[in-house]
């Protein structure tokens, strides 16, 4: 599994709509620093929590092979209670 997590940063950072400035701020690094993290393939684990905490996002969770099964379930299951309530309402 390889993840280029600068790209995920990246990602999400554009998401939120946050200055690079501030964004550089709240993480304690330059703005030329910020556009190295976007940039990078791998990134030191106590930066990527702050960058986590910092943007509300669970970066972490692109290192769990776990968590692709797992949003697999959670979208089966979904599916599984709309079909039930399509069913119960047919029999009524």
Request: no cysteine; charged share 35%.
């Amino acid at each position: 599994m390889t993840i280029h997590i600068g790209n995920k940063i990246k990602q999400v950072f554009d998401k939120k709509g946050m200055s690079v400035s501030e964004f550089g701020r709240r993480i304690n690094k330059s703005r030329e620093n910020v556009y190295s993290i976007f940039k990078r393939k791998t990134i030191d684990t106590g930066l990527l929590q702050k960058i986590s905490s910092v943007l509300e996002h669970d970066f972490f969770q692109y290192y769990t092979p776990l968590s692709d099964e797992v949003n697999k379930l959670k979208k089966e299951n979904s599916l599984l209670r709309e079909m039930t309530l399509y069913v119960k309402s047919k029999k009524k």
